[in-house]
Every structure is written in C-alpha cells, then in structure tokens.
C-alpha cells in the first residue's frame, strides 16, 4: 500500500491549520505533529479539538509524533518559527526564524529518506537558500511555498474584478514572498487569452492604474491579514493542500513556489518563486520561458536584494 503520511512540524496556527485541513483527505493514512518538547499539551489540545470536529469520520490517524516519524513520511511540512507582528516585516524574522529551521533540519537529517520537503516558515525565500546550503535535502524534494499564496491573493482579486471562475484564470506572482514580488503579466492568461485580448474582446477597461491597484493588493493582503487578527492561516493552509494532492496523487501541476536558483536567467546562489512544474516527485522543471524583458530585471533585482540582505543579517547567525 502506498505511504500516505505527512509529518507536520510545527503546531502554531499554520501548522496546526494544516493538520485540520489534510485531516479530511482520505488519501492520507497518518500525519505526525511535532512542536517542541514543552508545547506537548498544546499539541494533545490541538489534535484533540481537530478529531472532535468529525466524530463520524474521525479514524485516529492525527497523532503527536517525534522526528523519527519524517523516516516513512512521503510529505513533511515545516512551519516552526516566529510569526511577524504587525510592526514588523517577514525579513525581520530571520536571525530568530534561522536558528529554529537549522535546528528542525539538524533533527531531521538523522531520519531522512526521500521525503519531500516544504518549508512555510518565513523570511521564506531566505529560509529555503539556508535549508538548499545545509544540504541534507536533494534538489527536486526540496521546496518552499514561496509565492503561492501571493498568487492565489492575486487570482481571488482577478475572480473579483472580472466575474470569472478560479479555473478560467492562470496567473502567478513571482520573486520574493515579501515586498518585492511582483505580478507576471506575461504568463496570465484569462480563458487561454492573454489579459489585453480577453478585456478588449469583452469590452473591460484595463489599463496600468488598474495593474498596479491589484499588485499593490495582493502584496499588501498579508499584513492588512495581520493587522486584523494577528496571523495568517487558511489561506496558507489551503496552498499546501493543493501541493500535498499533486504530491501524493502525482497530479502535474504549474505553481510559483520557491527554491534554490539553478542558473535560470544566469542567477544562483538565491531561491526566488518561479512558476515551477511539481508532481509526485516534487520539482519537475522550472517555467523559464515567456517573460518580458522588464519582468527578467525585476529577477535581477530581487536577487541581489535577497544577496544583500542575507549577507547583512547571516553574518549574525551561525547554523
Ligand atoms: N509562507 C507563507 O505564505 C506563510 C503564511 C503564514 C505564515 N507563515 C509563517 O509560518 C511560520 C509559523 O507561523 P504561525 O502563525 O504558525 O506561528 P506560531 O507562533 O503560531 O507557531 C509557531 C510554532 O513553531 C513552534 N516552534 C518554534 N521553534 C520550534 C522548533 N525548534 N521545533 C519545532 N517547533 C518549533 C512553536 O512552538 C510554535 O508552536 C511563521 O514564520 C510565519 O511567518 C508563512
């Protein structure tokens, strides 16, 4: 039988948002939750209200775990560390949030098979450059989710604006899970047209005012998210599941995740969120065609941005 089980590591309000949410895939027979020794009873807390809400379904398969679960886990999701208060930008997280992923990884390095790995933490596009650098996940089962969740933001505007369904758009958000994403026209396509094609054949205004209202939207939804309820959590956790049921049921899927740059566009030594093909196996091929020449300069810039900052705050931490 197939191993279906997802070690969650980390059970604050992302973490455990997961657990709930992959507790009603059916494809999935086991999901460990691991937090630090002394958060054991938020953990039972956790597991015990999750189960409760399907007392005709529930079928015990949530449990609190250790690392020596990650060992048959074909999905182990990290989602430890500090959460940014509203004063604070995702970069701010980074000395802190570092120790805490050197650590997780140390813990799983002993237990690690082939699983595939994906990172939530943030800085996330920072965190998944260390985590690629301590070197004990390969290349395709490594990734962070990076700009999924801005792409989803930007889809849910383009649903709005445009009354069309989520399935009638493609459209992705790439660069830096922070302030410096930024929307590809290039590759968004309405009903299989390029955005200009769809609007003048349906008679829709757009124009840049338009572009740049949406854009700053969907940058700025997770701190207007912050500042109404301190943290952010189904929005992330419904990404991971659409990444955990490609994963575990090989469905092909072209999502802008984040992981180590290869040389894509000349650039390495960073991860940045490209529009990536997963599956099964986990990173397939990364979608490097169809980008203007502006959009390439905006991955030039926000790789030596990321360069910049990693080198300034990395020379505080040791991992
Ligand atoms: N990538 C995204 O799109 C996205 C979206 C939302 C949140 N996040 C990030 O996810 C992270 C978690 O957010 P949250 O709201 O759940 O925070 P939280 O404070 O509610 O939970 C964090 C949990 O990590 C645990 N933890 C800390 N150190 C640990 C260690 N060494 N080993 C195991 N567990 C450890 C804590 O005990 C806590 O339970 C934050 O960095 C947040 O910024 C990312």
Same mark, same amino acid.
């Given at each position: 039988m197939a191993n279906n089980k997802v070690t969650i590591i980390g059970a604050g309000n992302v973490g455990s948002t997961i657990a709930y949410t992959l507790? %009603?895939? /059916?494809? +999935?027979h086991q999901i460990a939750l691991i937090d630090l020794p002394g958060k054991m009873e938020k953990i039972e807390s956790e597991i015990l209200d999750i189960t409760h809400g399907l *007392? $005709? =379904?529930? @079928? &015990?398969?949530l449990y609190a775990g250790?690392? *020596?679960?990650? =060992? #048959? @886990? !074909?999905i182990i999701i990290i989602a430890a560390g500090r959460n940014r208060l509203? @004063?604070?930008? =995702? +970069?701010?997280l980074l000395s802190v949030n570092a120790h805490i992923i050197s650590d997780v990884v140390t813990n799983i390095a002993p237990f690690y098979k082939d699983s595939i790995v994906i990172l939530i933490t943030n800085p996330n596009d920072m965190l998944a450059h260390m985590v690629h650098e301590i070197g004990v996940f390969p290349y395709s089962k490594f990734f962070a989710t990076g700009c999924i969740l801005d792409s989803s933001r930007f889809i849910s505007q383009m649903v709005q604006k445009l009354? $069309? !369904?989520?399935?009638d758009i493609k459209g992705y958000v790439a660069g830096e /899970? &922070?302030?410096?994403q930024f929307i590809l026209w290039s590759h968004l396509k309405l009903k299989n047209k390029a955005v200009n094609e769809y609007c003048q054949i349906n008679n829709i205004v757009w124009n840049d005012e338009i572009m740049d209202d949406i854009q700053s939207k969907t940058k700025s939804y997770g701190s207007d998210i912050i500042k109404g309820k301190a943290f952010t959590n189904y929005g992330i956790a419904s990404c991971v599941l659409f990444l955990v049921d490609s994963i575990i049921n090989d469905i092909e899927i072209i999502v802008s995740i984040c992981c180590e740059m290869m &040389?894509? %566009? #000349? +650039?390495?030594n960073v991860a940045m969120s490209l529009p990536t093909i997963i599956n099964g196996n986990g990173i397939r091929e990364r979608v490097i065609h169809g980008y203007t020449k502006k959009e390439v300069n905006q991955l030039y810039n926000i790789a030596s941005y990321l360069k910049q900052k990693m080198h300034k705050h990395t020379r505080k931490i040791v991992y």
């Open positions: 507790n %009603f895939c /059916h494809y +999935i *007392p $005709l =379904r529930c @079928s &015990g398969k250790d690392y *020596p679960d990650c =060992r #048959d @886990s !074909k509203e @004063s604070e930008s =995702r +970069i701010d009354q $069309l !369904k989520n399935q /899970h &922070g302030e410096m &040389g894509e %566009f #000349d +650039i390495v």
